[in-house]
C-alpha cells in the first residue's frame, strides 16, 4: 500500500531522514564533510534529519534492529560500502523485515571505496566523479528524492550462515586488495592502487569448484527442494551446499583461479568502472573470474584499463565475465578470504542467488531495470 503523500516513486516533500555517519570512515574527515557540504543542500530542499554517529563495527546494524522506521521517510548511510551493508542486514533481521526492507535507503561516500555511491551517480548520468564532488552528486540526488528499486544478492555459506550483499562478493585478488588495504584507508581512494601493487609482486592462485546459473537458463529450471531460509526471501534457484548443483547449472572446468566477483552494480570503487555493460537488470548479477596463467603485466593493464571501463576491450582470454541469477563457489582450501561489501567473510562454500528490485534507494535520472520476463506482481511500494 502507497504511503500517504509519497507518491510511487518519489520521497515526500518535505522530508524525514534518519542519517547514519560512520565519523572514522575512510580520511576520517565524513562529519566534517556532511557539516560543511551535505547539510546546507539538504536543509535547502526541505530534508530534515537526524544525525546519528556509529561507533563500533555493528552499531548501524544494531541501530536499525531497534528504530521505529515510522518515524522516517528514509535512511540515510554517509560512509563506505561497510555501513550500508550493516544497514541492510540489520533490516533483515527484525522480526518485521518484510515491511521493513522497503525503507527507502540513500548512500552518500563518506568512505575509501564507495561502489555503491559511484555506482549511483552514474545511473543518474553524471561524470564519473570522486571526493567532495561525488558527495555533492549524491546529496543532489537525495534532494531530488526519486527512488528506484535495487536488487538483492542472498548469501548461504557451508557453516549455516545466511546474509545479503548490495554489492558484491569477492574471492582472490580483489578481496586480498580490499581487506590488505584497509592499513592505507588514510590514503582515501589511492589505497586500492597500493595494495594492488604490492598483491601483484605476490600474485596467489587460488583453487576451487565455481558453478553458476546463466540468465538463459533461470526461466521455468527452479529445484524441487530450494534451500531453506531462515528468515527473508525464498531462494528457489539453490539447493542445499551438500548436493550437486542442478544439471542445468554451469560449472566451470577449470579450479584455479586468480579471483572470482559477483558485482550487482557497476563499479568496484569510484573509480573502478568494473561493468561497463551498464546497469543489470532485475534478477541479474554480473559474475567476472579470471583463470589463473594471466601475466601480472596484463593484469595490471586490466585494472588500469578498469578506471574507464575499457578493460573488456583487451579481450583477455583469462578473464570472463557471465550475467547470472545465481553462483556457487566452493574453496577447495581455507586459503585467502571473501569480501562481502567490503566486509571480510571467512573461507567456506558459498552460493547465493538474487532477488529482483528487492529494496528501495534513492536514485535519479536513468530508468529502473527492467525484469528479463513479465513480472506477475509488481515491486512493493516503498513505506
Not at 221 to 244: K, N, Q
Not at 361 to 373: F, K, L, Q
Amino acid at each position: 500500500m502507497e504511503p500517504a503523500g509519497c507518491p510511487r516513486g518519489l520521497l515526500p516533500r518535505p522530508c524525514r531522514v534518519l542519517v547514519l555517519l560512520n565519523p572514522w570512515s575512510g580520511k576520517g574527515k565524513a562529519l566534517q564533510l556532511f557539516r560543511s557540504l551535505v547539510q546546507p543542500l539538504l536543509e535547502e530542499a526541505e530534508v530534515s534529519f537526524k544525525l546519528v554517529l556509529t561507533e563500533r563495527q555493528n552499531h548501524a546494524r544494531e541501530l536499525v534492529c531497534a528504530e521505529e522506521l515510522g518515524h522516517w521517510d528514509a535512511l540515510v548511510v554517509m560512509s563506505g560500502d561497510g555501513l550500508m551493508h550493516e544497514v541492510v542486514n540489520g533490516l533483515m533481521e527484525r522480526p518485521d523485515w518484510e515491511t521493513a526492507i522497503r525503507k527507502p535507503l540513500c548512500s552518500l561516500p563518506g568512505g575509501s571505496g564507495n561502489a555503491l555511491a559511484a555506482s549511483l551517480n552514474y545511473y543518474a548520468g553524471y561524470e564519473q566523479v570522486t571526493n567532495e564532488d561525488l558527495l555533492i552528486n549524491c546529496t543532489l540526488v537525495l534532494c531530488r528524492r526519486r527512488l528506484s528499486p535495487m536488487n538483492l544478492l542472498s548469501l548461504h555459506t557451508a557453516s549455516g550462515l545466511q546474509l545479503y550483499s548490495v554489492l558484491s562478493l569477492a574471492w582472490g585478488f580483489v578481496a586480498d586488495v580490499d581487506l590488505e588495504s584497509e592499513k592505507y584507508r588514510r590514503l582515501g581512494e589511492i589505497r586500492f592502487t597500493v595494495g594492488t601493487i604490492f598483491r601483484l609482486a605476490t600474485l596467489r592462485v587460488y583453487q576451487g569448484q565455481l558453478a553458476y546459473l546463466p540468465v538463459g537458463e533461470a526461466a521455468f529450471r527452479i529445484p524441487a527442494s530450494p534451500a531453506p531460509a531462515h528468515r527473508g526471501p525464498v531462494d528457489t534457484y539453490l539447493v542445499p551446499l551438500g548436493e550437486p548443483v542442478p544439471p542445468h547449472w554451469t560449472v566451470v572446468p577449470e579450479e584455479d583461479f586468480v579471483l572470482v566477483l559477483v558485482l550487482l552494480h557497476t563499479h568496484l570503487s569510484t573509480e573502478m568502472f568494473a561493468a561497463p555493460m551498464g546497469r543489470c537488470e532485475a534478477g541479474v548479477m554480473h559474475l567476472f573470474y579470471v583463470r589463473a596463467g594471466v601475466s601480472r603485466a596484463m593484469l595490471l593493464r586490466l585494472f588500469l584499463a578498469m578506471q574507464k571501463g575499457k578493460h573488456m576491450e583487451y579481450d583477455c582470454p583469462y578473464l570472463v565475465h557471465v550475467p547470472v541469477v545465481a553462483f556457487r563457489l566452493e574453496p577447495k582450501t581455507r586459503r585467502g578470504v571473501f569480501s562481502v561489501d567490503g566486509e571480510l567473510m571467512s573461507c567456506e562454500a558459498v552460493q547465493g542467488q538474487v532477488h529482483p528490485n528487492y529494496f528501495w534507494m534513492v536514485c535519479g535520472g536513468r530508468d529502473a531495470p527492467s525484469r528479463r520476463e513479465p513480472q506477475q506482481t509488481p515491486p512493493p511500494e516503498p513505506l
